[in-house]
C-alpha cells in the first residue's frame, strides 16, 4: 500500500525558503507513470493546490500563488521535494504531499502532513 | 477563496441521511470529474469520492456522490458518529488552470 511521509523544518522565516520533501514508499516511482503534488491547508482558505510534477518530470503550479514554487523529482531516493520562495506569513499552513490523478481533483493517496509556522 | 461553494454545516441524527452540495461553474465542475473528501480533525483529507460517482476500494456504498450541470452533491446514508467530520468536493478548474476544492462542509451527528 501506497505511503507518504513529508518532512522537513517547522519553522521558516519571513523572506526565506520553505523546503519540503516527501518520501514515497510502498512501490518504486521511478517505474510508474504517476503526478505527485503539493497541497497545503489554512483555517482562513481552506485546501489549495500547490503544484504537481509527472513521472516524466514536467511540472504544474497552482498560478494564483503569491510566492514562487519549485517541485522537484528524485526518483533514486523515491522522493519528491517543495520549494517555496520569499515566504510571508501567509504560507503559514499545514502542508500534504499527495499522488493526484493526473491535473485533477482526484487526490488518492496523502501523506499525514506537517505544520510550517513562517515566523521571525 | 475557493471557486467551489459548499454549505458551512450540516447536521441530523444517526441512521439518518445527509447530502452535501457543491456549486460550481463551466470552467470546472462542468467539463470535468468531481472527488469528495472526508477530514476528521487532525487528519489528513480521504478519498471519499472519484471521478463523480466512483468509491475506492474500502468505503461503504453508505457514501455515494452525483453530479448534475455545474453541481455536485454527497449523500451520507445512515450517518454514524464516525461520520463527524469535514468534507470537501475537488476538481480541475480549466480556467485557473488549477486544481480546486471546496469551502468544506462540517457534519455533524446529532
Known amino acids: 500500500q501506497l505511503q507518504l511521509q513529508e518532512s522537513g523544518p517547522g519553522l521558516v522565516k519571513p523572506s526565506e525558503t520553505l523546503s519540503l520533501t516527501c518520501t514515497v514508499s510502498?512501490?518504486?516511482?521511478?517505474?510508474?507513470?504517476?503526478?505527485w503534488g503539493w497541497v497545503r491547508q489554512t483555517p482562513g482558505k481552506g485546501l489549495e493546490w500547490i503544484g504537481s510534477i509527472y513521472s516524466g518530470g514536467s511540472t504544474y503550479y497552482n498560478p494564483s500563488l503569491k510566492s514562487p514554487v519549485t517541485i522537484s523529482l528524485d526518483t533514486s531516493r523515491n522522493q519528491f521535494s517543495l520549494k517555496l520562495y520569499s515566504v510571508t506569513a501567509a504560507d503559514t499552513a499545514v502542508y500534504y504531499c499527495?499522488?493526484?490523478?493526473?491535473?485533477?481533483?482526484?487526490?488518492?493517496?496523502w501523506g499525514q502532513g506537517t505544520l510550517v509556522t513562517v515566523s521571525s | 477563496q475557493s471557486v467551489l461553494t459548499q454549505p458551512p454545516s450540516v447536521s441530523a441524527a444517526p441512521g439518518q441521511k445527509v447530502t452535501i452540495s457543491c456549486s460550481g461553474s463551466?470552467?470546472?465542475?462542468?467539463?470535468?470529474?468531481v472527488s469528495w473528501y472526508q477530514q476528521v480533525p487532525g487528519a489528513a483529507p480521504k478519498l471519499l469520492i472519484y471521478d463523480n460517482i466512483k468509491r475506492p476500494s474500502g468505503i461503504p456504498d453508505r457514501f455515494s456522490g452525483s453530479k448534475s450541470g455545474t453541481s455536485a452533491t454527497l449523500g451520507i446514508t445512515g450517518l454514524q458518529t464516525g461520520d463527524e467530520a469535514d468534507y470537501y468536493c475537488?476538481?480541475?478548474?480549466?480556467?485557473?488552470?488549477?486544481?480546486?476544492f471546496g469551502t468544506g462542509t462540517k457534519v455533524t451527528v446529532l
Open positions: 499527495a499522488r493526484p490523478r493526473a491535473l485533477s481533483g482526484n487526490f488518492d493517496s
Open positions: 463551466n470552467s470546472n465542475i462542468g467539463p470535468n470529474h
Open positions: 510502498g512501490g518504486p516511482m521511478s517505474s510508474s507513470n504517476y503526478y
Open positions: 475537488g476538481t480541475w478548474d480549466g480556467r485557473l488552470s488549477a486544481a480546486v
